[in-house]
Structure formats: C-alpha cells, structure tokens
T-cell receptor, first 115, second 114 residues
Framework: AQSVTQLGSHVSVSEGALVLLRCNYSSSVPPYLFWYVQYPNQGLQLLLKYTSAATLVKGINGFEAEFKKSETSFHLTKPSAHMSDAAEYFCAVITMNTGFQKLVFGTGTRLLVSP | SAVISQKPSRDICQRGTSLTIQCQVDSQVTMMFWYRQQPGQSLTLIATANQGSEATYESGFVIDKFPISRPNLTFSTLTVSNMSPEDSSIYLC???????????FGQGTRLTVV
C-alpha cells in the first residue's frame, strides 16, 4: 500500500525565509500526491497535487512542490515565508483499498513563522 | 471544485450520548469520506460512504460505533455513538471531485466529550 512520511513535526522559519517541508512517499505504482494545509480551527485546503504530468507543480499562495522519482520525494517549498503561512501542512497519497481509492495522510508538519 | 458544509462546527457532549454530524455537498459526488483527527494528530479514515450501499469501514472502526448514512449523492451523516472522552476529536467530511482525484473537505466538527 502507498504511504507518505513527513520529516519534522515542526518547522520554524523567519518571515521572508525559504520554506521547505519534506515528504517522502512509498509506492509501487506511479503515485498521486497532494499537499494540504490546515489553518487553526479549519478544515483542509488543497495546496497542490501531482498526477503524473509536470514534475514541478505550482499551487496556491506561492507554494510549489517537485516530484523526484529517484528520491521518492515530493517536498513543498515557498521562496519567502509570510506570517499567514503559519499552519499545519499534510502530505497525502492516494492508495487503493477494498476497491476504493482513498487518501492516506502523513503525520503533518506545523509551520511556525516568526517576525 | 465542491463546497462542503458540515454541522455542527463544534459540540460538547455528555458521555454515553450520541451525536450526529451532517455533511452537505453543493454538487453530486460519488464518494464521500469521514475522517477523525485526534488532538495533535493526522487524519485517520473512518469509512468510505458510497451512495446506495453500506459504508466501508477501516480497520479499527465499526458500524455500531460510527453508523453512517448516505441517502443521496449530496448528503451524508456520521453518528458517534455511546460517546466516551476518547472520542473527543475533530471529525471531517470529505468528498472526491469528479474525475480529478482531488478531495474537498468540510470545516470539521470539533467534538468534546465530558
């Protein structure tokens, strides 16, 4: 079954600094990968998704992620952090189970942005 | 895209009681999903609800504890039965978009059992 691993439960950056959130996947087939963001007391919002088209995927709010098959990675980056980026970020992969496709989430990374 | 309305947004319940959470989608969707997010944790899939058939539960979740209804293509409910403090979590409804493998989420229901 497909799975994802997020390295680092917390990442702290200064405003204006590069944001790098790590995600590695495990999949025996070409994966469908996603990054979601969860702001406090909110549901999940899709940032971007990889569905086997371009390896560099651009998302909302200036985020992007690059699919690297050789490294089995799908790290999320943003060139310059903003205070409003402080949130919980989840990497996810689609897996098949009992005939249904379902999302499997990583453990999440909390991004802290300091002034 | 799909807009999902979930209610209640939060509730505080007495142990031993049940709470039903409603999820309304603004368009017809085939698959709907219910997740649990325990404090400080990631999301765990409870069950997949397909219209016209019984929900498919993940390991560790049973129908008696989490009965689900899916009466049509835009609506689903999750009931948390005979609640205990361990059921205190955020419960999220999700729906799969048409043909794009993208999942949309409701705002979640923050449940506290006392």
């Amino acid at each position: 079954a497909q799975s994802v691993t997020q390295l680092g439960s917390h990442v702290s950056v200064s405003e204006g600094a590069l944001v790098l959130l790590r995600c590695n996947y495990s999949s025996s087939v070409p994966p469908y990968l996603f990054w979601y963001v969860q702001y406090p007391n909110q549901g999940l919002q899709l940032l971007l998704k990889y569905t086997s088209a371009a390896t560099l995927v651009k998302g909302i709010n200036g985020f992007e992620a690059e699919f690297k098959k050789s490294e089995t990675s799908f790290h999320l980056t943003k060139p310059s952090a903003h205070m409003s980026d402080a949130a919980e970020y989840f990497c996810a992969v689609i897996t098949m189970n009992t005939g249904f496709q379902k999302l499997v989430f990583g453990t999440g990374t909390r991004l802290l942005v300091s002034p | 895209s799909a807009v999902i309305s979930q209610k209640p947004s939060r509730d505080i319940c007495q142990r031993g009681t049940s709470l039903t959470i409603q999820c309304q989608v603004d368009s017809q969707v085939t698959m709907m999903f219910w997740y649990r997010q325990q404090p400080g944790q990631s999301l765990t899939l409870i069950a997949t609800a397909n219209q016209g058939s019984e929900a498919t539960y993940e390991s560790g979740f049973v129908i008696d504890k989490f009965p689900i209804s899916r009466p049509n293509l835009t609506f689903s409910t999750l009931t948390v039965s005979n609640m205990s403090p361990e059921d205190s979590s955020i419960y999220l409804c999700s729906a799969e978009g048409q043909g794009d493998r993208e999942a949309f989420f409701g705002q979640g229901t923050r449940l506290t059992v006392v």
